[in-house]
């Protein structure tokens, strides 16, 4: 092995270490996944920004590059979910149906050509909403539910 070879994996086990120490005690402490990416991300750009700081700072300020960085990360973070659903027509994610009923009625009456759902069971939305998704239907309105293993009463009800 080279010596460039050797530098290359000594500096990225240097960058890296950290980087998994982060990752290990996120999952410890049981952080979600999307918090433990940036907080790994994080350390991969301070660990970096240490690391390389005088040949960086001979380019410009590395407390510079380490803000900007910082700043990237905060940035990414507080609109993950707005970049995991930019420019897919889907109106937002939710974690909880609970959440989801507030909204649903709305989203139901003002469709104007397609309603996708995926969920692992519309006991709830399907049925209670069940006349306003057939006055949508009858719009012209397109319907679609995807469920994971519906259960066949709540499937058969709503037909």
């Known amino acids: 092995m080279n010596d460039k070879t050797?530098?290359?994996?000594?500096?990225?086990?240097?960058?890296?270490?950290?980087?998994?120490?982060?990752?290990?005690?996120?999952?410890?402490?049981?952080?979600?996944?999307?918090?433990?990416?940036?907080?790994?991300?994080?350390?991969?750009?301070?660990?970096a920004c240490c690391y390389y700081r005088n040949w960086i700072s001979t380019k410009l300020p590395s407390a510079l590059v380490l803000a900007v960085g910082s700043g990237l990360a905060v940035i990414f973070f507080a609109n993950?979910?707005?970049?995991?659903?930019?420019?897919t027509g889907l109106i937002k994610r939710y974690h909880e149906s609970a959440e989801l009923q507030a909204d649903l009625?709305?989203?139901?009456?003002n469709a104007r050509h397609?309603?996708?759902?995926?969920?692992?069971?519309?006991?709830?939305?399907a049925v209670e909403r069940r006349p306003a998704l057939l006055?949508?239907?009858?719009?012209?309105?397109?319907?679609?539910?995807?469920?994971?293993?519906?259960?066949?009463?709540?499937?058969?009800e709503i037909r």
């Open 80 to 87: 993950y979910d707005n970049i995991l659903l930019k420019d």
């Open 135 to 156: 006055e949508r239907l009858k719009a012209g309105v397109k319907v679609i539910t995807m469920k994971a293993r519906p259960p066949i009463q709540m499937t058969t």
């Open 114 to 125: 397609e309603i996708w759902m995926l969920g692992t069971n519309f006991h709830t939305s």
């Open 6 to 47: 050797r530098r290359l994996l000594a500096d990225l086990g240097t960058l890296l270490t950290p980087t998994t120490l982060v990752a290990v005690f996120c999952q410890a402490v049981d952080i979600d996944s999307q918090r433990t990416a940036i907080y790994s991300l994080a350390a991969v750009v301070f660990v």
């Open 105 to 109: 009625g709305r989203y139901i009456t």
